[in-house]
C-alpha cells in the first residue's frame, strides 16, 4: 500500500522525502522490521521507540513514522512527523488493513469485571442466533469456529485490525472485544470504529498502573468520550460510575438495571447452583448461569443484541441456551457430594461478588470454605480488602499463592492476612502452596459443603518468580479428590 493511503485521517505535521513510497507492513517493534517496512516509534513505558529508528533503518525500513526527526535524516527514506505516535498508530493500522472496523459492528466492552464474560456470552449468543462473529477476550480470540490464542486483555492496534480484517473477509458482520483500561491508555483501540459500547461496573482494581481510582476512571471513560454520534453507549446506572461514563459521549445513551429504572430492567425470581428465573422488561426465562453477577452480565447482552435490532423474544430464546464461560462460576459436584466452584474473580468487589452469589444460594446447613490468594507485582492495596470480604463470607478461609509472580508469596499472604478483623481471626490460615491449599480445602469439606477456589478461574499456569508452571484448579481439584477418595 503507498504511503500517501495510510496517512488518511491521520494530522501530519511535516513529511520529508517521497510520500508515493509503497509499504509493506506496519511495525513499532524495530526487531520485527523487514525491508519496506513503515517503522512507528512510539514512547512506551519501558523504551522510546526513536532511539531504535537507526537499527530500523539499517533492517529494511524505509518509512519512519515519529514525533522527532532524527539528526541525520537518510535521502533514501520517508520520515513522517506527527504530534502522537501512538494514536498516529491506530489509525495507521485501520487504513492498511482497509478500516475493517467500519465495514462489520464492532462491540466493545469495558468495566472492572465482567469484561470477559459479557464478551463471550454476547458470541456464543450471536452464534446462538445464527451469525459468524470475532471475539476478542483475555482468554481467547476467536473468528467464527477459528481459536486464535490470545496474549493480552486488549492486543496492540495491528493485531486488532488484522483480526478484524480476516473476520470481515471470513463473511463475520459482528465483533465482540473486551476493551481494558491498559488497552485505552495506551491508545490499542485508537482508529476502530464502535457500533456499541457498553460498561458493567468499576470497583477497585489496577491502581498499581493507574495510581488513583480517579485516573482509573478517567481512563475508562475516555472510550466512551471518543464514540460518535453513530454509536450506542450501554451503561449500568445500579453504578455509581455508570452514569459518569456517559457524561460528555456523542453517542446515543441507554442503560440497564437491576435496582432502578432503566431502558433494559431486570428482575432475579429464582437463584440456585443449578441456573436462576430471570425477567427482562417484562419477560421471563431460565438460565443455567447463576449468580447476581450473572444478572447484569445477561442483562447487558440482552441490551446489546436489542439495540443491534434483534426480537426480544429472539434474544432471549438464544441466551437460555448458553453455557457458562469458562472459569466463570464454573460448578461441579463430586462424588462425594462435596459442591465445588471455580472462578476468576480477583478484585475485591469480584470476590464479594461470588461470596455473595454463593451465600445467597446455600441454605447455611453447608459450610463454604474459600480458597484465595493475590497476584504479585500489582495492585497491594486490594489485598486486606480482599483479606476481610474472604473471612467475614466464608465458613473458612484458606490464604494462599494465585500468582506470586516475582514477589515472596509470603508477604503477599501477610498484606492480605492485615485486613483480617480481629472477629474472623479464627475463620482463617494460610498456606502458600496453592496445591496443598486446595488439599486442605478437600480435607477439611464435608458432604454438603462447597468450596470456592477464587483468582485464577480459566488460567492454566501459575507464575512464580518469572516462570509458569502448569497449574489448572479444576484439574488439581479433580486429581486431589481421587487420591484422596481412595
Request: with cysteine; glycine share 6%.
Amino acid at each position: 500500500m503507498q504511503l500517501v493511503e495510510l496517512l488518511k485521517r491521520i494530522p501530519v505535521l511535516e513529511i520529508h522525502g517521497d510520500e508515493s513510497r509503497e509499504v509493506s507492513q506496519l511495525v513499532f517493534d524495530s526487531r520485527k522490521v523487514t525491508e519496506n517496512s513503515l517503522y512507528i516509534a512510539v514512547r512506551g513505558t519501558v523504551a522510546d521507540g526513536h532511539s531504535f529508528i537507526a537499527s530500523s533503518e539499517q533492517k529494511g525500513a524505509k518509512t519512519i513514522v515519529c514525533e522527532e526527526f532524527p539528526d541525520n535524516l537518510n535521502e533514501d527514506i520517508t520520515y513522517v512527523k506527527v504530534k502522537d505516535s501512538s494514536k498516529a498508530l491506530g489509525q495507521l493500522a485501520s487504513n492498511f488493513y482497509g478500516n475493517p472496523s467500519e465495514k462489520l459492528k464492532l462491540i466493545g466492552v469495558t468495566g472492572t469485571n465482567g469484561k470477559t464474560s459479557v464478551s463471550t456470552l454476547l458470541f456464543d449468543v450471536f452464534k446462538n442466533l445464527g451469525y459468524d462473529s470475532a471475539l476478542l477476550s483475555t482468554v481467547e480470540i476467536r473468528i467464527a469456529d477459528q481459536a486464535i490464542p490470545a496474549t493480552h486483555t486488549t492486543p496492540d492496534v495491528i493485531t486488532i485490525n488484522k483480526i478484524l480484517a480476516q473476520a470481515v473477509e471470513e463473511g463475520c458482520e459482528f465483533a465482540f472485544m473486551e476493551v481494558s483500561s491498559h488497552g485505552i491508555a495506551q491508545n490499542r483501540i485508537e482508529g476502530l470504529h464502535f457500533k456499541i459500547a457498553g460498561f458493567t461496573n468499576l470497583t477497585h482494581d489496577h491502581l498499581d498502573y493507574h495510581k488513583t481510582f480517579d485516573e482509573y476512571l478517567k481512563t475508562k471513560k475516555r472510550f466512551f468520550d471518543g464514540l460518535d454520534a453513530e454509536s450506542v453507549a450501554i451503561t449500568n446506572i445500579d453504578d455509581k460510575n455508570g452514569n459518569v461514563m456517559l457524561q460528555n459521549t456523542k453517542a446515543t445513551k441507554k442503560s440497564y438495571a437491576l435496582k432502578t429504572m432503566a431502558d433494559y430492567h431486570g428482575r432475579l425470581l429464582e437463584v440456585d447452583f443449578n441456573g436462576m428465573l430471570l425477567n427482562f422488561n417484562g419477560k421471563e426465562f431460565w438460565t443455567t448461569l447463576t449468580g447476581k453477577f450473572n444478572v447484569y452480565n445477561l442483562l447487558l447482552v440482552f441490551g446489546i443484541a436489542s439495540e443491534l435490532g434483534f426480537e426480544q423474544d429472539e434474544i432471549l430464546q438464544a441466551i437460555s441456551q448458553l453455557k457458562r464461560v469458562s472459569g466463570r462460576f464454573e460448578t461441579f459436584k463430586s462424588d462425594g457430594g462435596i459442591f465445588f466452584i471455580v472462578d476468576y474473580a480477583h478484585t475485591p468487589d469480584a470476590l464479594e461478588n461470588i461470596l455473595d452469589s454463593i451465600n445467597d444460594i446455600r441454605t447455611k446447613n453447608e459450610r463454604l470454605i474459600t480458597v484465595f490468594g493475590c497476584g504479585g507485582d500489582r495492585d497491594h492495596a486490594k489485598r486486606p480488602e480482599m483479606g476481610n470480604i474472604a473471612t467475614k463470607k466464608s465458613t473458612l478461609a484458606i490464604i494462599t499463592s494465585d500468582n506470586p509472580r516475582t514477589e515472596d508469596p509470603v508477604a503477599i499472604i501477610k498484606e492480605i492476612e492485615a485486613g483480617v478483623e480481629p472477629q474472623n481471626f479464627s475463620k482463617y490460615t494460610s498456606i502458600p502452596d496453592r496445591r496443598e491449599a486446595i488439599k486442605m480445602a478437600i480435607k477439611f469439606a464435608e458432604p454438603k459443603d462447597i468450596v470456592l477456589v477464587a483468582g485464577k478461574g480459566h488460567e492454566t499456569y501459575q507464575e512464580i518468580n518469572g516462570v509458569k508452571h502448569h497449574f489448572d484448579d479444576k484439574e488439581t481439584i479433580n486429581e486431589l479428590w481421587k487420591l484422596m477418595s481412595k
